[in-house]
């Protein structure tokens, strides 16, 4: 089956700091999607981004289908982007990567 | 638009007792919807598939007499844990797609279960 990688597995920011989260998938997929989990277990749709490239004010995302890989950028980060960050891609069905815990600190 | 409710939030069941969890999808008519398990600090695990009308599709090593799923209607998905035990305790997470105009795929806030 697909194989969803993302790094860093962890990451501490200081707040006002930039930041960006990779995700790479091992085969084709028919989309791709990035969610942010808050402290209470809440997926948060951030983008839904099978290619290009999207922005939602402070966070941007871009997927580059022919060469398997999406990067999540977070700038000027606050203490409210705490959380874990996954993306997951379709191949059928969604399939999760490992997530990066972010931890923003003031 | 495109929100997904769980119910309950929370339930603390004794061993050996049958615990149902509904999952509504608000504002749209599901022809999707699907049930994750997640331990923590771990990804998110994929249960079963349902479709509206059909009998649920689990993945392997789900028993689906354990978890059973039912799809009644287009807002509508039940899971039920069934003679749960503390390994049941996890936190499950519903999830819909419309499947129409898109299938970007939608979750509910979870149910966090502790079996005593």
């Known amino acids: 089956g697909i194989q969803v990688e993302q790094s860093p597995p962890d990451l501490i920011l200081q707040e006002g700091a930039n930041s960006t989260l990779r995700c790479n998938f091992s085969d084709s997929v028919n989309n791709l999607q990035w969610f942010h989990q808050n402290p209470w277990g809440q997926l948060i749709n951030l983008f839904y981004i099978p290619s290009g490239t999207k922005q939602n004010g402070r966070l941007s995302a871009t997927t580059v289908a022919t060469e398997r890989y999406s990067l999540l950028y977070i700038s000027s980060s606050q203490t409210t982007d705490s959380g874990v960050y996954f993306c997951?891609?379709?191949?059928?069905?969604?399939?999760f990567g490992q997530g990066t815990e972010l931890s923003v600190k003031p | 638009g495109a929100v997904v409710s769980q119910h309950p939030s929370w339930v603390i069941c004794k061993s050996g007792t049958s615990v149902k969890i509904e999952c509504r999808s608000l504002?749209?008519?599901?022809?999707?919807m699907f049930w994750y398990r997640q331990f923590p600090k771990q990804s998110l695990m994929l249960m079963a598939t349902?479709?509206?009308?059909?009998?649920?599709?689990?993945e392997q090593g789900v028993e689906k007499d354990k978890f059973l799923i039912n799809h009644a209607s287009l807002t509508l998905s039940t899971l039920t844990v069934t003679s749960a035990h503390p390994e049941d305790s996890s936190f499950y997470i519903c999830s819909a797609i419309s499947g129409i105009t898109t299938y970007e795929q939608y979750f509910g806030p979870g149910t966090r279960l502790t079996v005593t």
């Open positions: 504002d749209f008519q599901a022809t999707t």
């Open positions: 349902s479709n509206e009308g059909s009998k649920a599709t689990y």
């Open positions: 997951a891609v379709r191949g059928g069905k969604l399939i």
